[in-house]
């Protein structure tokens, strides 16, 4: 019993770190002397960068102009050129269109645009003149069953001129099938077997 508490005794199984003071003192010394020769240039902050609060996009957000289309990438091609969403502002390629909206939504984004992440507080008076403009469009754009049955109606007209376009394709593809069938066969051959041609009798 005495030899294996004799054994143990010796074992440092705390696992915590052990720092040597003298060492760190000497390192902090070291330190403020490089300060003042000026070797080291002391970490301070700079003033604050002041940036502008969001403002709403001023565009529309293209996901949909490259839909279904095949692109032939390379891994030399520059990085506008490659496969996914290119960021201009921030030069890097996202793969999908939803990583592209978070991208340009995010604060990475808006920090390379010069914004900052808070909106601005609107005033009683912007909110006001912001509701006049609204009363003022919502007037003069006012939706009436008159313009539903209107635009109904039109739509009717374009889908039956549409389907009239359609069957007048299909008719002058008949009529050319049939003139290239005449073309291709004998006359003398079709007169000895008696009849005109080969082709189908409807019409």
Known sequence: MAESSKQTAGVDNTFRRKFDREEYLQRAREREEKEKEGLLKPKSKGPPVQRKPLKHRDYEVDLESRLGKT???TPVAPLSQQAGYYCSVCECVVKDSANYLDHINGKKHQRALGMSMRAERATVDQVRQRFEV?????TTGSFTEQ???????????????RKRQRRERKKEKKKEKAAEEEAEIDPDVAAMMGFGGFGSSKK
């Not at 313009?147 to 001129?161: G, H, N, P, T, V």
């Open 71 to 73: 692109q032939v990438v």
């Open 134 to 138: 609204l009363k003022k469009q919502k």
């Open 147 to 161: 313009d539903l049955d209107e635009r109904i109606l039109k739509q009717q007209q374009e889908e039956e001129e």
